[in-house]
Each structure stands twice: as structure tokens, then as C-alpha cells.
């Protein structure tokens, strides 16, 4: 199994930018997926998960409204675009996958079972 994300870069407070994951060696439609961030000295955070089929999808609150995850199961892509970015939103993302998570395990890092090698995302003020 392997998650390659990609995307991260540097922009300014304001900006915009679009992480993909791509992933092979799964049967992708039969996993939940999520997107995790790691900003310097901190513990990983969840950011943002989505159902198997896509209908439904869970964010944390520090990214609501700004941030949006989708997939495409035909390629085996999950996307998370990220818009009015803050400094704060600095870190390195992860992807990552669960076959077994519930919904009330969304947030969990623990639920999912393959991790992506992360892409770095910086937000200058």
C-alpha cells in the first residue's frame, strides 16, 4: 500500500492550495480517508475525513468553511483544497487511510491503518 501526497508549498496568508494523495495497493473505494497535519513542536491533528463513497465527510473546526475534501475513486485520489489559509495552518499534511473506521472515528489518527509520507505546507504572514 502506498499514499503519495503531493501540493504542499509555500504561500502567503490568503492563499490557496491544493493537496492531492494518490494511492495504490488498496482496493480504494473501500476506504475511509483523511487528512492529518503536524505543524512544528505539535502533536498530529486531524483535519479533514471522508466516507468511502464520498457523501459524507467531517472536518475539524479549526478548518471549517476554509477547507474542502473530495475523492475520486476512479483514480484513486483524495484531494483536500485549502482556501484563506492562516499562518497557523503551517505543518506538514498527511494522508491516510482506515478500512474499518466508523464514523465517530473520523478524528481519530489511530483508526486509520496507511499513512502518506506528508507534504509540507507553509503560510507567510
Known amino acids: 500500500v502506498q499514499l503519495q501526497a503531493s501540493g504542499g508549498g509555500v504561500v502567503q496568508a490568503g492563499g490557496s492550495l491544493r493537496l492531492s494523495c494518490e494511492a495504490s495497493?488498496?482496493?480504494?473505494?473501500?476506504?475511509?480517508m483523511g487528512w492529518f497535519r503536524q505543524a512544528p513542536e505539535k502533536e498530529r491533528e486531524f483535519v479533514a475525513a471522508?466516507?468511502?463513497?464520498?457523501?459524507?465527510?467531517n472536518y475539524a473546526d479549526s478548518v471549517k468553511g476554509r477547507f474542502a475534501i473530495s475523492r475520486d475513486n476512479a483514480r484513486n485520489l483524495v484531494l483536500l483544497q485549502m482556501n484563506t489559509l492562516k499562518p497557523e495552518d503551517t505543518a506538514v499534511y498527511y494522508c491516510?487511510?482506515?478500512?474499518?473506521?466508523?464514523?465517530?472515528?473520523?478524528?481519530?489518527?489511530?483508526?486509520?491503518?496507511?499513512w502518506g509520507q506528508g507534504t509540507l505546507v507553509t503560510v507567510s504572514s
Open positions: 491516510a487511510g482506515g478500512a474499518t473506521i466508523i464514523t465517530s472515528s473520523y478524528g481519530s489518527a489511530s483508526a486509520y491503518h496507511h
Open positions: 495497493g488498496l482496493s480504494f473505494r473501500n476506504y475511509v
Open positions: 471522508i466516507s468511502r463513497g464520498g457523501a459524507s465527510t
